[in-house]
């Protein structure tokens, strides 16, 4: 039975094609020569047989077809012409008035293929944000996950640097506790999410890496943009396969995302070009997470447990430093903190996690921290210390009694001897804490000082508020307009550099802010991408803002063209101080020149309105609470560049 030929208008007017010219036309999906030689118009197979070059991005030379790429000729009329046979296919064609049509053959149905199969395990278990750039290595992997975009199982956003899509999946994984993943293809695309992938793995964010590969039979042969891929991932992915024809396909993506999920690490896999097309037989099918996790909720051993639980009924002053390890928890932490009036502050990672505005908030211990916070801690005579890492930034001090609870046993006394190193997952060992503690009557109320410490810090920035040199705007006043306007339920991107510690310091969290930073890595240029992914993660539900310096938003800038394309309405707040001031500024606290920290910047708010955002500029003070209301209640994507004064932080 002949095929059905579908007929595709492929030039609107023939004589956008001269006499002894050939271009390349599409014909549904099918790449067509079209050539105009001797007055006839002829459709051809646009592949070389020789490497699949474009002919028709080729030329008529001495009344002959030439491949642009190794000068193969061929009749310009095709295969089976009045001329001779060369073997290239032709297609029907049609002159509809001075329209061309041509012929193809109706397209099979599609057979399901390796990666389909894949693909579709990996929406089976939740995987549903893809960030990535298509490339010619990855095509076959592309189209399987545009066919589930078609069908509304995944979203698919295109940015413009590897390293992006890999922040931005990073960012989703500290949000939500669930991966998403990251695609690129073979050699640089795979190498530029480095940074992204090691961001998620010392922040333990699930992540899933997706790369192309170059063809089985070449891979070791040193072909163009060849990387030994699982060699490369092998000192950031957890878990990291090349996928072969002869694979269990389903299986090895389950065990992708099983691994990132319970490791809370990153998952890689490689797929090289031939493999990715590949039909499998109809029996295969693709897995679901049914039966494939066990819960997670497991009790402290009791010996660690009855320790910790002497030293709390013990003491009189405890205190409760949370951690981003502690983020899903809070619910246990807060009930257990409130029944004992206990203060609670958080290092700058988890900062956030409970609102500055509750009675027991005492803000960020440490170097972006409040003075609040490290007034409690010396006051202390125990630390309870919960999905923390003790990180130099923090300043946890060892010099107090501790308990360190955590879900990750390599996490308990990972620098130093803890006094009680209590195991088990976090929300169920703080409510063991709040049924089992039986000396409540002997702890202090520090409420009220909680209070009276807030009043003496708030009094303090007041002060700061007045500093003004006339060479920009003060960071204390860039926070303190946007503690006034800020919507109360945004999730907020912060990235490296002075910016954030004056983030940290005089932003007071709302009741449902939540943070999201490159933390143990402080990778600059975070803040953009993980916009993006914060935004992939909860869509219209939430406010998104981007806090960068003019460092960090250069690393990332084209990703406003992202925001546009794909109409996400995050703000970005940009300090821009012509400046790398936390550089500079650690150069004079080392005893060096300040060198090579001067930057020269473009027009941010104008760059974005070149991009298609809104763009605003402020450069005084009085401007800064009504732009920021326009930046907050604009629809789409906007930008809000503030000029600052980089000594005044």
């Not at 803040?527 to 690393?555: E, F, H, N």
């Not at 800064?624 to 980089?646: N, R, W």
Request: charged fraction near 20%; aromatic fraction near 8%; hydrophobic fraction near 40%.
């Amino acid at each position: 039975m002949s095929k059905k030929i579908i007929w595709y208008k492929v030039l609107a007017d023939k004589n956008d094609l001269p006499e002894g010219r050939v271009m390349t036309v599409t014909a549904g999906r099918t790449g067509i020569c079209l050539t105009h030689h001797k007055g006839k118009y002829s459709a051809l197979d646009n592949r070389c047989p020789h490497q699949k070059g474009p002919l028709g991005e080729g030329s008529i030379e001495n009344g002959m077809l030439r491949c642009p790429w190794h000068g193969w000729d061929f009749c310009p009329h095709g295969g089976n012409s009045d001329d001779y046979d060369d073997g290239l296919k032709t297609f029907d064609l049609k002159i509809e008035g001075n329209t061309i049509f041509v012929g193809v053959e109706e397209n099979p149905p599609h057979q399901t293929t390796i990666t389909d199969i894949m693909v579709e395990t990996m929406i089976n278990w939740g995987v549903t944000s893809v960030f990535g750039m298509v490339g010619h290595s990855n095509l076959g992997l592309a189209d399987a996950i545009r066919r589930q975009e078609v069908k509304g199982n995944l979203k698919f956003i295109g940015i413009r640097h590897e390293g992006a899509a890999a922040f931005a999946a990073s960012a989703y994984g500290k949000l939500t506790g669930k991966p998403a993943a990251c695609f690129a293809i073979a050699g640089p695309g795979a190498t530029n999410m480095f940074t992204g992938l090691w961001d998620a793995k010392v922040d333990r964010s699930p992540i899933l890496a997706l790369t192309g590969q170059v063809a089985t039979q070449v891979v070791g042969t040193g072909n163009f943009q060849e990387v030994d891929l699982v060699r490369a991932f092998s000192t950031v992915a957890e878990f990291n396969h090349r996928v072969e024809e002869k694979s269990k396909h389903a299986e090895l993506m389950t065990l992708a995302i099983k691994n990132a999920i319970l490791k809370r690490d990153v998952s890689h896999l490689t797929f090289p070009d031939d493999i990715q097309t590949i039909n499998v037989a109809k029996d295969i099918k693709a897995q679901t997470s049914e039966g494939r996790l066990s819960p997670m909720t497991i009790s402290p051993p009791k010996a660690s447990f009855e320790k910790a639980l002497k030293m709390l009924n013990k003491s009189e002053r405890p205190i409760i430093i949370v951690g981003h390890g502690a983020n899903f928890h809070m619910k246990e932490i807060v009930a257990f903190a409130e029944k004992i009036n206990c203060p609670v502050m958080t290092t700058f990672k988890a900062k956030g996690q409970i609102s500055d505005s509750h009675p027991l908030g005492c803000g960020v211990l440490g170097r972006s921290g409040t003075p609040v916070a490290s007034w409690f801690m010396n006051e202390s005579d125990l630390l309870i210390v919960i999905g923390a890492s003790f990180s130099n930034h923090t300043g946890i001090t060892p010099k107090k009694p501790t308990i360190q609870i955590d879900f990750d046993p390599l996490a308990l006394s990972k620098f130093h001897k803890v006094d009680a190193a209590v195991w088990g997952e976090i929300s169920v060992t703080m409510d063991l804490f709040k049924d089992y503690i039986s000396l409540i009557i002997n702890k202090v109320n520090q409420k009220y000082e909680i209070s009276e410490r807030w009043k003496i810090w708030r009094t303090e920035k007041e002060k700061r508020l007045l500093e003004d040199h006339d060479k920009g705007i003060s960071s204390i006043a860039v926070f303190d307009t946007l503690n006034k306007t800020a919507p109360k339920n945004a999730i907020m991107c912060v990235d490296v550099g002075n910016n954030a510690y004056s983030f940290g310091r005089y932003y007071e969290s709302k009741e449902n802010n939540t943070f999201l930073m490159s933390g143990y890595l402080g990778s600059i240029g975070f803040a953009l991408p993980a916009s993006i992914g914060a935004w992939a993660a909860v869509a219209k539900a939430r406010p998104i803002i981007a806090v960068t310096g003019d460092g960090g938003l250069c690393q990332y800038l084209a990703e406003i063209t992202t925001l546009v394309k794909y109409q996400i309405p995050v703000k970005v707040i940009v300090l821009n101080n012509n400046e790398l001031g936390k550089i500079s500024k650690e150069q004079r606290a080392g005893e060096f020149d300040v060198w090579a920290t001067d930057l020269i910047n473009p027009n941010f708010a104008a760059y974005a309105e070149s991009c298609g955002a809104l763009g605003i500029e402020v450069t005084n003070k009085q401007q800064l609470e009504s732009a920021m209301k326009q930046l907050f209640a604009h629809f789409g994507p906007a930008l809000l560049e503030i000029k600052t004064d980089v000594s005044l932080i």
